[in-house]
């Protein structure tokens, strides 16, 4: 039976101070050298600095945000330092300290705990029945995979998961593998992050990506910035909201929590922000209610087309005639509504007064130009995907994509996260794609879609996915439900875990499992033919090129490629027709098989080493052609909801700290939030806390509750918090035990990570 890590005493208890009013400056600029210093020493670690993001340096390996065109010598941020130091640590893990440590010891330990022990060295195989891991060859862990994948009667008894940090080529190799096999079960951590985006936008607009680039952003009148902290999350974004700023535009914030990065930003690029007073980013600050962002814009779409009645300039009525469908059904709609019953639904479902909406409304009346961007605040929830439809449909009313200065903005997590869908890693690419891939490399794709993220955990719940494969990531931990989770995880046959770094995921395993040590982003990758480089694509669909800087701090570790395509070989056989070892000697010929394959590529390995790459087409940007199955933009219908909690009950989010990146967990501070020295806490707006008698510094049990029956996070300290009312928040990934597996968003079957029901309990673990 699985057991959940124990809580380090030294991590429950947090001291609380007051949240933060403006983010960066110079505390940020003494917390990167610190982290980077510490951790990968100053000989290591000055160079990397130096090299993130510069146009002959590596791709960050933290977020997607792009980088500007003429770039910044110190082009990166507090918590892109913070990542460069964890992957370039010299610490190591190493076959004793295996052998020191049985999995049920790691299976004990915290997050945190794991990722401190450093680097992974060697392939590691933890034995059926066996207490601890032990050194295999990279042979003999081929063998064994190879051995287990034979024994499958289907080839759908393999899940291939990836994370979002794999280079465009790997990816390009790891998908082909796996559908070379038979399954398209390739579920990635897209589906718990922006899989709501794709669906909304490939429906409207008829692609799954955002329509702007930075100049966009620069030239906006209006940037709505809607479940999102780029404070923390995407720090290098405040750069070019305080630019948007300084030309003119105006930011409008919606979000349940006043993020210190949306308020002020100190810009360490310049004198003014290091020692100055720096910038105020958000003009209006609209504190929603967990899920009213459906309510909030389908209010604006309903007081746009009413405004039209009297002023018929207010909506684009060139644009919406020429290059959308579906107007009629959708003005019908919004007309229907009886005004006075629907501003008061929108105020009840939003928290907000009738007055913010005014405000709003006139920003949006005054700017010709408008981006919206959003996060995860937005696609975590039942119904996100009609949330990102209707703001698409409040965009094409006044034609606010496809021009400049305008657009949607879904800001991507992982820096590569884009990139592996553009390659092939999603359970249903289209059949053009499959087409492609199967002329190129003579072979008939499997058609039926594949399992993507919760429906691979059912299916190995259910003995119907018995080998489990991932490309980085860390699948227990990330995932929802991380109780049903870990026991569907221990059901499976065979899991192996391609990674750079311990973590949760290598303790809860299948009756056997294999760690494979795989070079990072920072790591230096040469081959016979020479210095290797990857590609990666950013969150705004620029292709660029990534060279690892640092030796790499074993010769048993391998690439990423070199990983897949000697287990494509292992498992396929000599006979099998792809040239695995020709392709993964020379990433020059994987680039040009991709440039056969994937549309935009042409002339890839020229284009890649351009200083700052290139830009892929994108119809709805380039030329306000939209290939959805009309051939038009589509204003679709959608009904408003929101989720309610219910007396006693508050919705809870679970987000990240300033200290993590996903469920790596740098340190123990939220600095920006007041948080330090600890993790379990939950921030509960004062008047909700009276209301139900949460004392500031009291601990108690989270519970939540699902049709299925209730789960439990245990020992909480309440922290008071001005959050909107009715919510509450607490951090990822010690909640995702809350989340329920079946819990998911319509359509994208993405996780509803943001609005979870909770109530509070007494604490059933206080510490002895
Ligand atoms: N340093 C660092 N950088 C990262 C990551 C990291 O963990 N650490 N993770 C990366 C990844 S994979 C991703 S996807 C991104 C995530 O980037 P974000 O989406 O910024 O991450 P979260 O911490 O989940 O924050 C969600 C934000 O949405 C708000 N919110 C929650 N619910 C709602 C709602 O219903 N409506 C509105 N309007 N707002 C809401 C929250 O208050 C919070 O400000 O960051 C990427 N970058
Ligand atoms: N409750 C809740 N759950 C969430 C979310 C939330 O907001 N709330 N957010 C969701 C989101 S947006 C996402 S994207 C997922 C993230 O889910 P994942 O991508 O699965 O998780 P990460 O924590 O980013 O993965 C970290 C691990 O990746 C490995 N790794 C790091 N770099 C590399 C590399 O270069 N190569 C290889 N092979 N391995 C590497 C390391 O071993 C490290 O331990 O979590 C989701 N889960
Ligand atoms: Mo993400």
């Known amino acids: 039976m699985s057991k959940a890590p124990q809580h380090d005493p030294a991590q429950d208890a947090p001291d609380v101070g007051h949240p933060k009013r403006h983010a960066v400056g110079l505390p940020a600029v003494v917390n990167s050298l610190r982290f980077v210093g510490g951790r990968a020493g100053l000989k290591r670690g000055l160079p990397l600095l130096r090299a993130i993001n510069q146009t002959d340096g590596y791709d960050c390996p933290g977020c997607a945000w792009p980088e500007p065109g003429h770039r910044h010598p110190a082009e990166f941020c507090e918590n892109g330092a913070k990542a460069v130091a964890e992957e370039a640590t010299r610490l190591t893990v190493d076959r004793d300290f295996f052998a020191s440590h049985p999995v049920a010891d790691l299976a004990d330990k915290s997050g945190y ?50 994370s979002g940090r794999t280079g465009n080529e790997a990816a390009f190799l790891y998908q082909l593998f796996a559908r070379r096999l038979g399954t398209n079960n390739l579920p990635d951590c897209s589906n718990m992050c922006h899989e709501s985006s794709g669906s909304a936008l490939a429906e409207t607009i008829g692609i799954g990506k955002g329509s702007v680039t930075l100049d966009d952003l620069y030239q906006a009148d209006l940037i709505i910035v809607a479940g999102q902290n780029p404070g923390t999350n995407h720090p290098r974004m405040l750069t070019a909201l305080e630019k948007a700023k300084r030309a003119g535009a105006r930011i409008a914030t919606v979000n349940p929590l006043p993020e210190a990065g949306m308020q002020r930003f100190k810009n360490p690029q310049t004198a003014r922000g290091l020692a100055g007073r720096g910038t105020e980013l958000t003009d209006l600050f609209l504190q929603i209610k967990v899920g009213g962002d459906l309510a909030l814009f389908s209010a604006l779409n309903r007081a746009l087309l009413r405004a039209a009645d009297t002023d018929p300039a207010v909506l684009d009525r060139d644009f919406i005639d020429a290059h959308t469908h579906g107007f009629d059904a ?26 913010e909406i005014e405000r709003l409304l006139a920003m949006v009346l005054a700017a010709d130009r408008i981006v919206v961007c959003w996060a995860m605040g937005l696609t975590q929830h039942r119904h996100a995907v009609p949330t990102i439809r209707e703001i698409v449909s409040f965009l094409l009313l006044r034609g606010n994509i496809g021009r400049p200065g305008a657009g949607v903005c879904p800001v991507r997590g992982h820096s590569n996260v884009q990139g592996d869908r553009t390659m092939g890693i999603w359970e249903r690419m289209p059949d053009s794609f499959l087409d492609a891939l199967g002329t190129e490399f003579d072979f008939a794709p499997p058609r039926d879609h594949g399992l993507d993220t919760v429906d691979t955990i059912r299916a190995m719940r259910d003995g119907r996915v018995k080998v489990f494969l991932a490309m980085g990531g860390n699948f227990v931990s990330a995932t929802p439900d991380s109780r049903a989770t870990e026991e569907a995880m221990r059901r499976c046959r065979l899991t192996v875990h391609v990674s750079t770094k311990l973590n949760r995921s290598h303790a809860v395993t299948g009756a056997h499992a294999l760690i494979l040590p795989a070079l990072g982003r920072t790591d230096i990758d040469a081959t016979a033919s020479g210095e290797q480089f990857v590609t990666v694509e950013d969150s705004m669909g620029i292709v660029h090129a990534s060279h690892g800087r640092v030796p790499a701090l074993s010769e048993h570790m391998r690439s990423e490629v070199a990983i897949v395509a000697g287990l494509a070989r292992a498992v396929l056989g000599e006979a099998d027709t792809v040239p695995w070892e020709d392709l993964a000697a020379d990433y020059d010929r994987i680039r040009d098989r991709i ?31 939209f290939p959805t199955a009309t051939g038009k933009a589509k204003f679709t219908v959608n009904p408003v909801t929101s989720p309610e909690a219910g007396p006693g009950r508050l919705l809870l989010q679970t987000l990240r700290s300033h200290d993590q990146f996903n469920t790596t967990i740098y340190g123990l501070n939220d600095r920006y939030r007041g948080i330090h020295h600890g993790r379990r806490i939950v921030l509960v707006n004062p008047e909700d806390a009276a209301e139900l008698g949460l004392a500031d510094g009291d601990y108690r049990d989270l519970v939540s509750e699902w049709t299925d029956g209730d789960r439990r996070a245990p020992h909480f300290r309440i922290v008071h918090y001005p959050t909107a009312r009715g919510c509450a928040a607490a951090y ?28 509070f309990e007494p604490d059933s673990q206080p510490e002895q």
């Not at 549309?599 to 030329?623: I, S």
């Open 113 to 162: 705990w794991l990722g401190q022990q450093g680097r992974l060295t060697e392939p590691m195989y933890l034995a059926e029945g066996a207490t601890h891991y032990t050194p295999v060859t990279w042979d003999e862990a081929f063998a064994r995979i190879a051995a287990e994948l034979a024994d499958l009667d289907d080839p759908d008894g393999v899940a291939f998961y990836t």
């Open 330 to 355: 959708f003005a019908a709609h919004h007309a229907e509504a009886d005004d006075a019953a629907a501003l008061a639904d929108t105020l009840q479902r939003t928290g907000l007064s009738a007055d």
């Open 595 to 625: 440039e056969r394959v994937v549309p935009g590529f042409a002339d890839y390995n020229a284009r890649a080493r351009r200083p700052g790459g290139f830009t892929l087409p994108h119809a709805p940007r380039d030329e306000r052609r």
């Open 732 to 759: 990822y990934p010690e909640t995702n035990v809350l989340v329920p597996l079946d819990s998911v968003a319509e359509t994208s079957n993405t996780p509803t990570s943001k609005s979870i029901v909770v109530r």
